[in-house]
């Protein structure tokens, strides 16, 4: 079955929508555009069609492709008409077969769009009065503006260490960016200007207002879209002549080898240490370099890991993986928006120092970035024989996982009941604003409980409370570390409590 | 006694109020020197959840310091 092609004949839905059929669809959504009798107050008769057949061809097909990677659909096809056609006369059609309905027509619905917007398709007119005339349509606009003007790399081409072959290694490189927020941002634009061929935008979360003032990418009118989708749309308008993919999902377990397998550099722009490692055990897994960076306010950190090198890794210097929480991240420490900017390109610079064998780059180093005092230091860190014998090399370490030791799923009533010790380890603010639902519990902030001697009876069992439950089992792992064994971490925290 | 200069980042750079400064220390490694700075600042993160690079190398809490030596204690930051 061929994702997108031309037609002379009528079309039959039907007849084309039979191929998409499969056992696992239960949904299919089928769009069809039809010749109308009117368009801007005068009588059409009939229509024209003609295309650019072979740009319009390729770039239907990487349309279609694009849609089914990133709603994640069965089938899809769409088939336009060419030559003259009459009213009611259908004159393009997109099919789509998914899971589930949702994802069959957000699929559809796109197709149709992108359709619309990229190809160099055009129309004439045929009007009841006699005449006829090209109707400046969205059709081709993108697309034939590319065909007259080209996205011209030429300046840095003219760099002595890229040159044509430069280049021609840029389109052909895969580049997975993991996080499309405030680091991302930045990342993405520098990618697709340099001319990677392939960009892989992986990212679950939808714009949020708060988001913008760091992350230009996206406008208010994105504010509540997936931010892969809508970085998607941004990079594919600003230079068309790369493919650029979305997964609105998370990057997890199940897909982190999948996504980094098929490519030449991962980026990580994540926000959390749990992602972080789930990048670099990947990257180490799969010898894939990995390009990772963290904001914190005014500074950043940046650290290329090249398993492919035999270098160093992200657990070479932070062994485990239960920081979360223990150091603020952008929306609790807040961040000015030029720092992820900067991180971010800096990210794209290593990405292209890597692609390119330029002079320079970081490798068994971390690089802190002080963006008050215009600090730049370049650490050593070398591989560590911890991490050599105990970590992802061997193929044993999982990413944090809920660790039954550690994390107690019980309700506060039932956990009080059975004599555990509450202790409500958040902010004096956070527990302002949302108390626990059970009154009378200790309140003993996260610092002041890991500051000195806690004073915890070791004949007692404490269950440590935060928000989410991920301070709490960073506090509970670090307290058992220090000898006290009876604490626990209520998984999931107060947001567990509350469905 | 070493005298060794300290450079402050995030977490550190806040509590301690100030991005870097010379201390005359009575502790031998950098352990010691975080327990004397912690008293002194107020740093909570406990030592096994931050790194510590001594002359722009990452380094071990327990090695020697020495007169000169640049001392960086760096703490886990994920933002992004």
Redesign the interface.
């Known amino acids: 079955m061929i994702a997108f092609e031309f037609t002379h004949e009528p079309i039959d839905a039907a007849q084309l929508a039979a191929p998409l059929a499969a056992s696992a669809a239960g949904g299919y959504a089928g769009f069809e555009g039809r010749v109308r009798d009117h368009n801007e107050g005068r009588t059409v008769t009939g229509l024209e069609y003609e295309a650019f057949e072979q740009l319009a061809v390729a770039e239907g097909g990487r349309i279609v492709e694009e849609a089914i990677a990133r709603h994640g659909v069965l089938r899809a096809r769409c088939v336009h008409r060419l030559g003259r056609l009459a009213v009611g006369d259908v004159a393009v059609w997109v099919g789509v077969s998914a899971r589930h309905r949702a994802e069959a027509f957000a699929a559809c619905r796109e197709i149709i769009d992108a359709i619309k917007h990229r190809l160099p398709i055009w129309k004439k007119e045929h009007y009841a009065a006699g005449e006829s005339g090209w109707v400046n349509c969205d059709h081709g606009c993108v697309a034939a503006t590319v065909a007259a003007a080209p996205f011209d790399y030429s300046r840095q081409v003219a760099l002595p260490e890229v040159g044509a072959a430069g280049q021609e290694r840029l389109a052909a490189s895969t580049v997975a960016v993991i996080?499309a927020?405030?680091?991302?941002c930045a990342v993405l634009p520098g990618l697709a200007g340099a001319g990677i061929g392939t960009i892989s935008i992986v990212d679950a979360d939808v714009v949020q207002a708060s988001n913008l003032h760091r992350q230009p990418l996206y406008d208010v009118a994105d504010i509540g879209h997936p931010k892969a989708d809508a970085a998607a749309r941004k990079l594919a308008a600003y230079n068309p002549a790369i493919r650029v993919l979305a997964r609105a999902q998370r990057l997890d377990a199940a897909n982190a080898d999948e996504v980094i397998a098929g490519c030449d550099v991962v980026v990580?722009?994540?926000?959390?240490?749990a992602a972080?490692f789930l990048v670099n055990d990947a990257a180490v897994r799969n010898g894939k370099p990995a390009v990772i960076?963290?904001?914190?306010?005014y500074?950043?950190?940046l650290q290329v890991v090249r398993p492919d090198l035999g270098g160093s890794c992200l657990r070479c210097?932070?062994p485990d993986a239960t920081?979360?929480g223990?150091?603020?991240?952008?929306e609790q420490?807040g961040?000015l928006g030029p720092v992820?900017a900067i991180l971010g390109n800096l990210q794209a610079m290593e990405v292209l120092k890597l692609l390119l064998g330029l002079p320079g780059q970081l490798a068994n180093e971390?690089l802190?970035v002080?963006l008050?005092?215009h600090?730049l230091?370049?650490?050593?860190?070398?591989r560590n024989a911890r991490c050599l014998g105990s970590c992802v090399r061997t193929g044993q370490s999982q990413p944090a996982a809920i660790s039954e030791d550690v994390d107690v799923s019980v309700s506060l009533t039932a956990a009080a009941a059975q004599g555990y010790r509450i202790i409500d380890i958040r902010e004096p603010e956070e527990c302002e604003e949302e108390p626990l639902p059970l009154a009378g519990q200790r309140s003993l902030p996260l610092?002041r409980l890991?500051?000195g001697s806690p004073d915890l009876e070791p004949a007692d069992r404490y269950l440590l409370v935060c928000g989410h439950g991920v301070r709490s089992h960073?506090a509970a792992e670090?307290l058992r570390?220090?000898g006290f064994q009876n604490v626990w971490s209520l998984h999931g925290g107060l947001a567990a409590q509350r469905g | 006694m070493p005298r060794v200069r300290l450079?402050y980042?995030?977490?550190f750079?806040?509590q301690a109020g100030r991005?870097e400064e010379i201390v005359e220390t009575a502790a031998l490694t950098p352990a010691a020197l975080y327990a004397e700075l912690a008293d002194r600042h107020g740093f909570?993160?406990?030592i096994?959840?931050l790194?510590v690079?001594v002359n722009?190398?990452?380094g071990d809490w327990n090695r020697t310091l020495s007169d000169d030596d640049e001392v960086?204690f760096?703490?886990?930051?994920?933002?992004?």
Do not use: M
Not at chain 1, 268 to 273: G, H, L, Q, S, V
Not at chain 1, 326 to 330: D, E, K, P, Q, S
Not at chain 2, 74 to 80: D, K, L, R, S
């Open positions: 996080g927020g405030g680091l991302g990580d722009c994540t926000d959390n240490f972080k960076a963290s904001v914190y306010q500074e950043g950190q210097q932070w920081r979360d223990l150091v603020g991240n952008c420490s961040v992820p971390v802190l002080d008050l005092a600090g230091r370049r650490l050593s860190a070398p610092g890991l500051e960073a670090y570390s220090r | 450079h980042y995030a977490l750079r806040e991005q909570k993160l406990p096994s959840q790194k690079a722009a190398a990452f960086v760096i703490p886990p930051v994920a933002g992004g």
